[in-house]
């Protein structure tokens, strides 16, 4: 598993090119993948929402239209722009520095919880789940973003290539090349979302299910509490 303080450190870094990037490295697709997170959580306006390892809390943004949102990231330079971007929209939102593996809420708190392209690096996945399942409400629901292998065999080529050679390449020119190559190997690294669901039950959750987007290159796993 990775280690935080590294991870912590290359985000700090990458904070002032993060959105830049995320727009030109998905071709702008990423908001669709977000959008898909807000629809599969059936929001009201009076849920509580938790979003973890948030960014620069774009997809805190999204979910803030639909109900009160708190936005959890333990990176200084992600946060601050998440609070400037939530000023210039207009849509507030709680923002807290906390990490995912020892979170600031009580028990039994919130109706729903997310973490988009985050989990993969926790220090201990089992135990950030674990700490997400303490503070969602009974029936709450978590939903869970995050990068995949394809499912489709002409894909899989391509997407290897873009992950070896043009995520690093485009990451060094506008940002830091170490980044996107840890980046690279964390997406390679991560399981199976067979595997994703596995470790949910074993976490506690139950109800687990999980659906392929674009091609398999990103999977979307939905549980509850």
Request: neutral net charge.
């Amino acid at each position: 598993m990775p280690d935080a303080s590294v991870i912590k450190e290359m985000f700090e870094g990458v904070a002032p090119r993060y959105d830049l990037l995320n727009r030109v490295l998905s071709l702008g697709i990423d908001r669709g993948w977000r959008r898909r997170v807000v629809e599969s959580l059936e929001l009201r306006p009076e849920h509580r929402v938790l979003d973890l390892c948030c960014g620069t809390g774009d997809l805190a943004l999204e979910l803030a239209r639909e109900a009160p949102c708190t936005a959890c990231d333990f990176t200084w330079n992600m946060l601050t722009r998440a609070r400037a971007k939530s000023a210039s929209a207009g849509r507030p939102i709680a923002l807290a520095c906390a990490d995912t593996l020892e979170l600031p809420f009580g028990d039994d708190l919130f109706d729903r919880a997310t973490i988009a392209f985050g989990i993969r690096n926790l220090e201990s996945m089992s135990a950030g789940l674990g700490e997400i399942r303490r503070v969602l409400k009974p029936g709450g629901r978590l939903a869970i973003l995050e990068f995949s292998q394809p499912n489709r065999g002409w894909l899989k080529l391509p997407y290897r290539i873009y992950l070896d050679r043009l995520l690093p390449a485009v990451g060094g020119l506008l940002s830091r090349k170490e980044a996107y190559r840890y980046l690279a190997e964390s997406i390679q690294g991560f399981p199976v979302p067979e595997v994703l669901v596995d470790l949910l039950e074993e976490a506690g959750f139950s109800g687990t299910r999980y659906s392929r987007l674009s091609g398999g290159i990103v999977a979307l796993h939905l549980a509850s509490k």
